[in-house]
């Protein structure tokens, strides 16, 4: 038997499965979607085997054999196998990099097979129980023979279980003690007079005859230490193994069950239109204000998916994965839920994986990566917030989850709701055009009207002297929300908002000297960090241009913005959540809770605290500039102003007390401000599909963005120049390749960036360009200490 492997190396020329021979004794075990340990030249290294077949077209007397098998059942199975293959096609990546994107991280990490012994030694069947005697699990190496046997007893039931040894991904294990049946051997045995412990624990093992339990709680119950435990286990009254067991990520573990409510008429519409197409392939656009409720639709139809014994994903942008949609899961689906989000820890995501492979958990509520649930009878996927970028991966592979839903869907025959109260406008365009099936829900679901919001020009506070970073009408409301014992929540972006240290003399700011960006002052180490190679340095006493003594620091992190407060408000309850508060795992959480429970007055932060906060006492909400998104260099500026105005202000007025917004800008004209303040999504598309008509840009034309790094400009330069030359002669007229010219930050980490543009409507030839492109990279440029990235639709350009 030939298994083909895709090989864990990093960037060889080829892209495509090596055969290797299955040594005789694994060909019973070997199944595609397993892990792999084979020799690749002179090392040893992980593979996947997608495909086992008879015949080679190399010599099969020269194969190297596969020198391990990693997994007794496969990681991956048939339609993961599919999908990477797809994937590759779509994003233009490697294999390899598309098979280990679908599996946990703890499954990718260095490891020691073993074979855990779950259950008493007298269950195991007689040939394997010498090999487990005396101790509590089985090497891979010291397996090899047994493989056959350990399998089926793997899966027929959970007398021993495959675990992956290493740092981070060792399974939890508790120790159990079996206390032995047999009353009679209990009285028969000796022990002496003054083991006064032995004694004890043997009253115990009387009193308890035949039972199991935690070596813990014995500990505990017996009052006896684990030395003593052992003595006993020596003299054959009991019988210690192993139990694995999952780690409890969730600080929520008693949750009340709480049933559904009565939907809305307008709800009712929407879920009636998706359930009627529970056992379809097609896609639908939830767009729903904030607040209308689109959740409790997302609810009752996984509810309906869980009736029909089906599985269920539910993605969500990571920074709105707080503990109160949690909460809400759970209430609704108790332990049927699995979460996975960048919170937990490698071993904690893995349990939670593990849960969904082997079918404990129904449902996944999940950030990004969560898509790629390994459910096998999955019937509906929901991405709430549909239009976020963090669905996009920002590193290869460059996956939308949106895609790959869809793709899901087609294989399960399932539906895809993307839920949005402003929805990206390729999903808009694609809901105008049929393409996805539109849903609207109009009032909020517990009809509070919509917060007011009201928009203040800057450029009037400073036409009256008014210097500080809050509008009088601003600082008013706020004084006036405090003494009424109500909630503020005030939001800065942070980008465009950290605070860069100026020479006042000569304009000097100061640099990263590995990059080509400004260093950011961080008062509370009093250093200059570089936030994207992660240089810092002391803030100097004189200006190294100039060497005058003004230098001060500018723009206004959070941490400043912290201060002005204190003088508008003095005495406030502040809370901050921004990168720097939330460091610490936890920390999010704690932060909000405390919120929740009155403990501040003010949360104040970046995008972080733009969604998913649902707090009833929230009456007000400052944007302080709203101009830090709209000037960005990027295609989708205006969208991802509008969302975040959108967003934000859904946050006040949630519940019974109504809410305002103000909202402060510099260009209080612009389009994206003024429809946000009355949320007026459809005119804001029209517009904004004007201008992306005008300039080029998706929906109206799809982007690929190429970009080159090396440590020498003109190298980088040269690369992308070649690109162009190759990509004008290649490509249909009608396409337009754009550059090359330098990134936006062109130089990271002392490496230079060049990029060019490809905008097309239509572009048959274009997958075949790219692989091309690739290949002239792998055989070349690489060697010459290039790298090249690819990004097939990025969010941003
Ligand atoms: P969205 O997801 O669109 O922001 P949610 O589902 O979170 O909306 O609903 C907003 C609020 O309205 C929540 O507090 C929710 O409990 C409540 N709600 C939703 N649907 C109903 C309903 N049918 N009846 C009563 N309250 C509802
Ligand atoms: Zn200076
Ligand atoms: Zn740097």
Sequence with gaps: MIAEVIVDVAA????????????????????????????????????????????????????????????????????MLQMANWMKKQTVCFEI????????????????????????LEELPEPLRPHFKNKP???????????????????????????????????????????????ETLEAVDVRANAKQQLKLLAFFRKNVGRTIEASQLQKEAGVTLPTVYNLVEKGLATISNMESYRDPSLLSAIEKKGSLKLTDAQQTAFDAIEASLNKSKTFLL??????????????????????????????????????????????????VAVLHSGLSAGEKYDEWRKIQRHEVKVVVGARSAIFAPFENLGLIILDEEH????????SPRYHARDMAIWRSEFHNCPVILGSATPSLESYARAQKGVYELLVLEQRAKNQPL?????????????????????????????????RKEQVVLFLNKRGYSSFVLCRDCGLVMQCPNCDISLTYHRSSELMKCHYCGHDEPVPHTCPECTSEHIRFFGTGTQKVEEELAKVVPGARVLRMDVDTTRNKGAHEKILTAFGEGKADILLGTQMIAKGLDF???????????????????????EKTYQLLTQVSGRAGRDKLPG?????????????????????????????????????????????????????????????????????????????????????????????????????????????????????????????GATLSIDMNPTSV
């Design 12 to 79: 060889h020329p080829i892209d495509r499965p090596f055969d290797y021979a299955i040594p005789k004794h694994l060909e019973v075990l070997a199944e595609p979607g397993m892990r792999v340990k084979v020799p690749f030249g002179n090392r040893k290294v992980l593979g996947f085997i997608t495909n086992l077949k008879e015949t080679s077209e190399f010599d099969p007397a020269r194969l190297k054999p596969v020198h391990e098998l990693m997994d007794v059942v496969p990681v991956l199975n048939p339609e």
């Design 97 to 120: 990099d598309a098979l280990k994107v679908m599996i946990p991280a703890a499954l990718r990490a260095k490891y020691e097979k073993r074979f855990v012994l779950n259950a008493p």
């Design 137 to 183: 699990f089985l090497r891979a190496q010291e397996a090899v023979e047994l493989y056959a046997l350990l399998k089926k007893e793997m899966v027929n039931g959970t007398i021993i279980a495959d675990t992956d040894i290493s740092q981070q991904t060792a399974v939890k294990k508790v120790k159990m003690v079996h206390i032995t049946e047999s009353l």
């Design 287 to 336: 767009h729903g204000i904030t607040g209308s409720g689109k959740t409790e639709i997302y609810l009752q139809t996984i509810d309906q998916v869980l009736k029909e014994g089906k599985e269920a994903i539910m993605l969500v942008p990571e920074i709105s994965l707080t503990p109160q949609m949690t909460v809400r899961f759970k209430e609704r689906f108790g332990d049927m």
């Design 388 to 395: 976020e970028s963090s669905y996009k991966q920002d590193d």
């Design 451 to 483: 917060p007011s919001v009201e928009i203040i020009d800057m450029r009037e506070e400073l036409r009256r002297g008014n210097r500080s970073m809050f509008s009088v009408q601003l600082a008013d409301a706020i004084r006036e929300r405090l003494e």
């Design 616 to 638: 009833p006492n929230i009456t007000l909400v400052g944007v302080l500039s709203a101009d830090t998104t709209l000037h960005l260099p990027d295609f989708r500026a205006a």
């Design 660 to 784: 305002s917004v103000f909202v402060q800008s510099y260009t209080p004209e612009h389009y994206a401000i003024t429809l946000a303040k009355d949320q007026l999504y459809e005119p804001f598309y029209d517009q904004e599909m004007a201008m992306r008509r005008a300039s080029g840009y998706p929906p109206y034309y799809y982007v690929v963005n190429i970009q080159f790094t090396h440590e020498d400009l003109m190298t980088a330069a040269g690369y992308a120049e070649q690109t162009v030359r190759y990509l004008t002669s290649q490509l249909s007229p009608n396409t337009l390749i754009i550059g090359p010219s330098a990134s936006l930050i062109a130089r990271v980490n002392n490496r230079y960036r060049y990029q060019c543009l490809i905008k097309y409507k239509k572009e048959p030839k274009l997958a075949e360009v790219m692989q091309q492109l690739i290949k002239i990279y792998r055989t070349e440029w690489i060697k010459k």
